[in-house]
């Protein structure tokens, strides 16, 4: 069964601490992993996609990586506009989009 | 930069009642998706459009819910009768063409509240 697990559910971090967030994916032939960002009340912002393990992307101070059986988003010092919740997605072999459940990341000034 | 639309923003109705949400996707997209999202999870497709045609709709409530996509552009999701449980955000996406690894992006999305 295709599964998305994203860990930790929140994180509070100082400005300027940086951390990283987890998605674990379980999924019948991955072809591709996706990062949303989503402020409250609004919809999921595109980040990145990332398509084969070993594959990077940056963006101001977000940095995705992947392996064969999860990602990673990097944060490196984080200011407080980054506070949001994170999505990861998974499109499966069968093209279907699964989101994990999010991580909810606060910043601290 | 161009945007893929919703309306209305928010909706407040009784159960038993119907309502009906609309999309717009970004200008030249060919695929459109409705997703909904309960407050805490992640979204979880109702409904994939490839330009007028359904996709896979296999998740929609179909006793309750319908959409179409009539002449390929915009989009309607309607839930008649509404339930308690459809208290959800409901997401419209909308991606360039079919492919696998096509982004999707997100509109603003409709907060449905039943009372």
């Known amino acids: 069964e295709d599964q998305v697990t994203q860990s930790p559910e929140a994180l509070r971090l100082q400005e300027g601490e940086s951390s990283s967030l987890n998605c674990s994916y379980t999924?019948?032939?991955?072809?591709?992993l996706f990062w949303y960002r989503q402020d409250p009340g609004k919809g999921p912002e595109f980040l990145f996609t990332?398509?084969?393990a070993g594959e990077e992307k940056e963006k101001e101070r977000l940095k995705a990586t992947l392996t064969k059986k999860e990602s990673f988003l990097h944060i490196t010092a984080p200011k407080p506009e980054d506070s949001a919740t994170y999505l990861c997605?998974?499109?499966?072999?069968?093209?279907?989009?699964?989101f994990g459940t999010g991580t909810r990341l606060t910043v601290i000034p | 930069e161009a945007e893929v639309a919703q309306s209305p923003r928010y909706k407040i109705t009784e159960k038993s009642q119907a309502v009906a949400f609309w999309c717009d996707p970004i200008?030249?997209?060919?695929?459109l998706y409705w997703y909904r999202q309960i407050l805490g999870q992640g979204p979880e497709l109702l409904v994939q459009?490839?330009?007028?045609?359904?996709?896979?709709d296999s998740q929609l409530p179909k006793d309750r819910f319908s959409a179409e996509r009539l002449k390929g552009v915009d989009s309607t999701l309607k839930i008649q009768p509404a339930e308690l449980g459809d208290s959800a955000m409901y997401l419209c996406?909308?991606?360039?063409?079919?492919?696998?690894?096509?982004?999707?992006?997100f509109g603003p999305g409709t907060r449905l509240t039943v009372l």
């Open positions: 996406a909308s991606s360039p063409r079919l492919t696998p690894v096509d982004t999707q992006y």
């Open positions: 999924v019948s032939g991955l072809r591709g």
């Open positions: 990332l398509y084969s």
């Open positions: 997605a998974v499109l499966t072999g069968a093209n279907n989009l699964f």
């Open positions: 200008s030249g997209h060919a695929t």
């Open positions: 459009f490839q330009d007028e045609s359904v996709v896979d």
